[in-house]
């Protein structure tokens, strides 16, 4: 079946410092990828739709300057959370689109910032 | 504002017992999504529906869609501890393929 995979898994960072998160689409091509934060016991809210060569759409509420967005290929998404802070501690997930297909999940990235 | 809410939000049952996880939505969305989720894990797939009247067995779960009343259920039959998770369901937005959550339902199964 499909697989997205998501990278790091986890990932500690110190406040004031940056993080990649990497959404790749391993057997199908992604035309649309999401990126979803999940603090703990709540649900999952989307916060941005990227598309691949455009600019990413961001949901009401989040910053587009700190959550930089690039999906520069079919397969590949990036998620950078710049000057990150503790506040951002969170679980991201990525969900990556081929044109209608069911969505697949990555694994998640579990990121505290200190 | 699409709005996914279910009920109940917590959930604790013996083994062996039924029940079932209610998601009612606003949109008119004709497709939903059913997740499950582990503890400190992604989603899982449990099913998705895309019609009316759509219904869809996996083991000891079943999902159904009513897109008339904008509702779905995930009934559980005979539970065991390892249905023991979180469930969502999910519809999809406007702007499409993007999943709008409801805020889950905690289920305990207990001996």
């Known amino acids: 079946g499909a697989v997205v995979s998501q990278h790091p898994s986890w990932v500690i960072c110190k406040s004031g410092t940056s993080v990649k998160i990497e959404c790749r689409s391993l057997d199908f091509q992604a035309t649309t990828m999401f990126w979803y934060r999940q603090f703990p016991k709540q649900s999952l809210m989307l916060m941005a739709t990227s598309n691949e060569g455009s600019k990413a759409t961001y949901e009401q509420g989040v910053e587009k300057d700190k959550f930089l967005i690039n999906h520069a290929s079919l397969t590949l998404s990036t998620l950078t959370v710049t000057s990150a802070h503790p506040e951002d501690s969170s679980f991201y997930i990525c969900?990556?689109?081929?044109?209608?297909?069911?969505?697949?999940f990555g694994n998640g990235t579990r990121l505290t910032v200190t | 504002e699409l709005k996914v809410e279910q009920n109940p939000l917590f959930l604790s049952m013996q083994e062996g017992k039924n029940y079932t996880i209610y998601c009612n939505y606003s949109?008119?969305?004709?497709?939903l999504y059913w997740y499950r989720q582990d503890p400190g894990k992604s989603l899982e797939s449990l099913f998705v529906?895309?019609?009316?009247?759509a219904v869809k067995q996996e083991g000891r779960l079943m999902a159904s869609l009513d897109t008339k009343a904008r509702l779905s259920t995930l009934h559980i039959t005979a539970a065991v501890h390892d249905l023991s998770a979180t469930y969502f369901c999910a519809v999809e937005t406007d702007s499409g393929y993007a999943l709008n959550f409801g805020k889950g339902t905690s289920l305990l199964v207990t001996p």
């Open positions: 529906l895309l019609s009316n009247g």
């Open positions: 949109t008119t969305s004709d497709r």
């Open positions: 969900s990556a689109s081929d044109r209608g297909s069911p969505l697949h």
